[in-house]
């Protein structure tokens, strides 16, 4: 069993970055999948970047690719997600997610454990 809870969320000018931060408890974080994804108001659930459970491999979506950065410190039990650049469509609540069979998957139907999310808003 895995417990996630993300912060670091809150309301930033477009072209400003902010860092998410995810918390995760167990002791078999380290051999995770780790996953953001993120959710705007009437849209559907949507992969945003993953990582390998070394941190050696990482995964992006288009849209945010060159703007974003994962990351993991398996000694702190933490994921990173910096965000630069943000634009208005970055707006939407982002979650952390693990994945235990270490997929790499961008389905959200992959990932086996959820936070409860942290709202990103970014003004024009």
């Known amino acids: 069993q895995v417990r996630l809870v993300e912060s670091g969320g809150g309301l930033v000018q477009a072209g400003g970055s902010l860092k998410l931060s995810c918390a995760a408890s167990g002791r078999t974080f380290s051999t995770y999948v780790m996953g953001w994804f993120r959710q705007a108001p009437g849209k559907e659930r949507e992969f945003v970047a993953a990582i390998s459970w070394s941190g050696g491999s990482t995964n992006y979506a288009a849209s945010v690719k060159g703007r974003f950065t994962i990351s993991r410190d398996n000694a702190k039990n933490m994921v990173y997600l910096q965000m630069n650049s943000l634009k208005p469509e970055d707006t939407a609540v982002y979650y952390c997610?693990?994945?235990?069979?270490?997929?790499?998957?961008?389905?959200?139907?992959?990932?086996?454990?959820w936070g409860q999310g942290t709202q990103v808003t970014v003004s024009s």
């Open positions: 997610a693990a994945d235990r069979e270490a997929t790499m998957s961008r389905s959200p139907y992959m990932y086996n454990y």
